[in-house]
Every structure is written in C-alpha cells, then in structure tokens.
C-alpha cells in the first residue's frame, strides 16, 4: 500500500505566496519523476511542473519564473513553492509520483487527494 498526502493549498491574495507539499508513505521501494498538476473548473488537467529522479526540472509557461519544484528524496516528498500567485492560478493542484512499490515492483503512477488553491483579485 502507497499513500500520499497533500498540504499546503489555501486562499491567497494576488502576488502572495504558497508551498505545496506531497509525502509518499508506505511500500515504496523507488521514485522516479514527480509532478504537479492542477485542474481549474470546466478545464482539463495539465501540468504545471515536474521533477526527474536526477532532478532536472520542467515548467509549463504558465509557470516558469512564478513556480519552484522541488524533491527530498529523504522524505519521499516533493514541494511546489508558488509565488506572485495569480488569480488565474486558482485549482486543484494535484500531486503525482512515478513509483515502483512492494511486493510487485511494478512501476505505477500514483495522484494525490488534491489540494486546493484559491487566489483572490
């Protein structure tokens, strides 16, 4: 059994700041490449950031220069520090993680409950 667990969303004014948080607990036996992901209502998922195992990094245009991703192997947790939020940053963010686990070891991609963020005008 895997289980993630989000934190970190909440309502923000225009130009504020937050840090999403993802911890993976349970049978993990490794982690690949994690990611976020957010969906605004009426519109489809996309992705905002993701991190590699090696840690390079990719960002949506919608987010490079606003947004840092993020990972603490340690932890088995990735972070999504969001700054100058934007109003149209408001959704769902979810998190999700490229993982092998036990007793199968057979690769799987596992999501978060979602949090969500709310950024006001």
Same mark, same amino acid.
């Given at each position: 059994?895997?289980?993630?667990?989000?934190?970190? +969303?909440?309502?923000? $004014? /225009?130009? !504020?700041?937050? &840090?999403?948080?993802? @911890? #993976?607990?349970?049978?993990?036996? *490794?982690? =690949?490449?994690? +990611?976020?992901?957010? $969906? /605004?209502? !009426?519109?489809? &998922?996309?992705?905002? @950031? #993701?991190?590699?195992?090696?840690? *390079?990094? =990719?960002?949506?245009?919608?987010?490079?220069?606003?947004?840092?991703?993020? &990972?603490?192997?340690?932890?088995?947790?990735v972070y999504l520090?969001?700054?100058?939020?934007?109003?149209?940053?408001?959704?769902?963010?979810?998190?999700?993680?490229?993982?092998?686990s036990r007793p199968?070891?057979?690769?799987?991609?596992?999501?978060?409950?979602?949090?969500?963020v709310t950024v006001?005008?």
């Amino acid at each position: 059994q895997v289980q993630l667990v989000e934190s970190g +969303g909440g309502l923000v $004014q /225009a130009g !504020g700041s937050l &840090r999403l948080s993802c @911890a #993976a607990s349970g049978s993990i036996s *490794s982690i =690949n490449a994690m +990611g976020w992901y957010r $969906q /605004a209502p !009426g519109k489809q &998922r996309e992705l905002v @950031a #993701a991190i590699t195992g090696g840690g *390079s990094t =990719n960002y949506a245009d919608s987010g490079k220069g606003r947004f840092t991703i993020s &990972r603490d192997n340690a932890k088995n947790t990735v972070y999504l520090q969001m700054n100058s939020l934007k109003p149209e940053d408001t959704a769902v963010y979810y998190c999700s993680l490229d993982m092998i686990s036990r007793p199968d070891y057979y690769p799987r991609k596992y999501w978060g409950q979602g949090t969500q963020v709310t950024v006001s005008s």
